[in-house]
Nanobody, 128 residues
Framework: EVQLVESGGGLVQPGGSLRLSCAAS????????MGWFRQSPGKEREVVAR????????SVADSVKGRFTISHDNTKNTLYLEMNSLKPEDTAMYYC?????????????????????WGQGTQVTVSE
């Protein structure tokens, strides 16, 4: 059974940094797509970044490009989201998600409903 456990959220001042972690277990198939999503009150859950395990391909949303970096540690089977130069508008609940995909093209097209496995979420608050 696939399980995703998130950690690393917290309160940080504007301009600060945080690193979120998503520990994955139960994966036996290497061709999987993983992503980070976030949701703030009154807004839809939106994709922040995604990573395709088989090729190491990755991408981030335009809203966080240049500030956020997605990475994966194969030995620890853990997905990371490094967040720098944080802004108050980055405040949200952040979620880790995963789903099988045949290639990165498919992974890049996945929307929220295509991901079958989700973590519990971790809160990120950017404020003075």
């Amino acid at each position: 059974e696939v399980q995703l456990v998130e950690s690393g959220g917290g309160l940080v001042q504007p301009g600060g940094s945080l690193r979120l972690s998503c520990a994955a277990s139960g994966f036996t198939y290497i061709r999987y797509c993983m992503g980070w999503f976030r949701q703030s009150p009154g807004k839809e859950r939106e994709v922040v970044a995604r990573f395709y395990r088989n090729t190491g391909s990755r991408s981030v949303a335009d809203s966080v490009k240049g500030r956020f970096t997605i990475s994966h540690d194969n030995t620890k089977n853990t997905l990371y989201l490094e967040m720098n130069s944080l802004k108050p508008e980055d405040t949200a609940m952040y979620y880790c998600a995963a789903e099988r995909a045949i290639d990165y093209v498919s992974c890049s097209r996945f929307t929220r409903t295509d991901f079958g496995y989700w973590g519990q979420g971790t809160q990120v608050t950017v404020s003075e």
